[in-house]
């Protein structure tokens, strides 16, 4: 069956440095998007990726992060310069069309902490 | 705006004991509601969701969901609950037609032996 990937697994990096978390979604799927959990706390949207652009953000998502499909079957969150409230598991998510109705299959998560 | 509620942060049943993990939800039009299990260290995995029709909704692994408008509730059930069953459970509204998910806060399923 196929799953969304990412990598990688864990992530430690100082404050104020660069990110970059891969997913790599199920291939037939055309929409993608970005969940942050912070620890204890709900999962929450960061950004829906469509078509080589951003489908909607939430107020989390600002200028210090960024999304790419570099190529064919990559996805990638960029956080440029990191603070210590970044410090979260980061889920990829995957769907065929982009509907409130349609089911999001998510990977198993980049755990990132920030010193 | 759209929400959803877990009204509780943990739910402790004996094995064999049927189960309900409790879910409203508020949101303005038509309700897509959707259950999500974590297992430890494990990514989401969709178990069930309501798009319409029947109010009783069937998934994976044997749980099942009662949609109720009145009640704008969406509970999640086993008839009979398993020591594996032992996860952190999401339920979720589809908000927009971008496909953002808005997520309960997770309910911690305990099933002792």
């Known amino acids: 069956e196929p799953e969304v990937t990412q990598t990688p697994s864990h992530q430690v990096t100082q404050m104020g440095q660069e990110v970059i978390l891969r997913c790599v979604p199920i291939?037939?799927?055309?929409?993608f998007y970005w969940y942050r959990q912070i620890l204890g706390q709900k999962v929450e949207f960061l950004v829906s990726f469509y078509n080589n652009e951003i489908s909607e953000k939430s107020e989390i998502f600002d200028d210090q992060f960024s999304v790419e499909r570099p190529d064919g079957s990559n996805f990638t969150l960029k956080i440029r310069s990191t603070k210590l409230e970044d410090s979260a598991m980061y889920f990829c998510a995957s769907s065929v069309s982009g509907g409130a109705w349609e089911t999001q299959y998510f990977g198993p998560g980049t755990r990132l902490l920030v010193l | 705006a759209q929400s959803v509620a877990q009204p509780e942060d943990q739910v402790n049943v004996a094995e064999g004991n049927p189960l309900t993990v409790k879910c409203t939800y508020s949101?303005?039009?038509?309700?897509?509601l959707f259950w999500y299990v974590q297992y430890p260290n494990r990514g989401l995995q969709f178990l069930l969701k309501y798009i319409t029709g029947d109010n009783l909704v069937k998934g994976s692994y044997g749980f099942e969901a009662e949609f109720n408008k009145s009640q704008t509730s969406f509970h999640l059930k086993k008839p009979s609950a398993l020591v594996s069953d032992s996860a952190l459970y999401f339920c979720?509204?589809?908000?927009?037609?971008?496909?953002?998910?808005?997520f309960g806060q997770g309910t911690t399923l305990q099933v002792k032996p």
């Open positions: 949101v303005s039009g038509n309700p897509y």
């Open positions: 291939s037939n799927h055309l929409y």
């Open positions: 979720a509204v589809g908000s927009s037609n971008t496909g953002k998910l808005i």
